[in-house]
């Protein structure tokens, strides 16, 4: 059973369009992570969610707005892509939401805004 | 706000031969852990670091948690080509925050 899985693998879209990345954990966890990784690979916080409350809001485009209905699922929707938005977005969890905490990760989402 | 910096950016080394990352954070750390990524991956939790001075090996990856408990390294002992990938220190404070160095690049020629 995958523990941290996202949809879709491979998002290919225009500048301009709104799109959805989903994400759901199935480890029980309190916490969720939305990461952004650019092509030198810098791994990015952008959001954190524990419980359902968002904890850690990064200095993000109001454009990027997480959403989760229930502690195991943390979804992103990005509105009016732009070209530096392309990036392998990675969600993660983990059990508490302190910065000791082990982070699980998912497969990441490989978006390529055209 | 806090930084963490890894060095060297890229390695590429013969297989056979060792190979050392190191992590430097400009604020004090609670704890330190150390992650994987393979090409086209995503990155994968290694071994977390705790105590001022701490030495941990998982076979031929060695790990050290500074005495000023700021700064860490990696070392991998004889690389294979398995070991090929992203090695990320992430250093956790008192925040909720997880940060994330910059990386460090592993190639190893066959």
């Known amino acids: 059973d995958t523990a941290v899985s996202q949809t879709p693998k491979y998002l290919v879209t225009q500048m301009g369009n709104d799109k959805s990345i989903k994400c759901e954990q199935n480890?029980?966890?309190?916490?969720m992570y939305w990461y952004k990784q650019d092509s030198k690979k810098f791994l990015k916080i952008m959001f954190s969610?524990?419980?359902?409350?968002?904890?850690i809001n990064e200095t993000v485009p109001n454009r990027f707005s997480p959403k989760s209905p229930d502690k195991a699922h943390l979804n992103l929707h990005i509105n009016s892509l732009e070209l530096g938005d392309s990036a392998v977005y990675f969600c993660?969890?983990?059990?508490?939401?302190?910065?000791?905490?082990?982070?699980?990760f998912g497969p990441g989402t490989r978006l390529t805004v055209l | 706000g806090q930084q963490v910096m890894q060095i060297p950016q890229y390695q590429h080394v013969q297989e056979g031969e060792d190979f050392t990352t190191y992590c430097n954070s400009s604020t004090t750390l609670s704890n330190i852990q150390w992650y994987k990524q393979r090409p086209g991956g995503h990155p994968v939790f290694l071994i977390q670091?705790?105590?001022?001075?701490e030495v941990k090996k998982q076979k031929r990856l060695t790990f050290q948690f500074g005495e000023a408990k700021k700064n860490s390294s990696l070392h991998i002992t004889a690389t294979q080509t398995t070991d090929v990938g992203t090695y990320f220190c992430a250093g956790g404070d008192s925040s909720y925050k997880l940060i994330f160095g910059s990386g460090t690049r592993l190639l190893v020629r066959p």
């Open positions: 969610y524990n419980n359902k409350e968002l904890i």
């Open positions: 480890l029980g966890h309190d916490t």
């Open positions: 993660a969890s983990s059990q508490a939401y302190q910065g000791a905490d082990t982070q699980y």
């Open positions: 670091l705790v105590k001022s001075g």
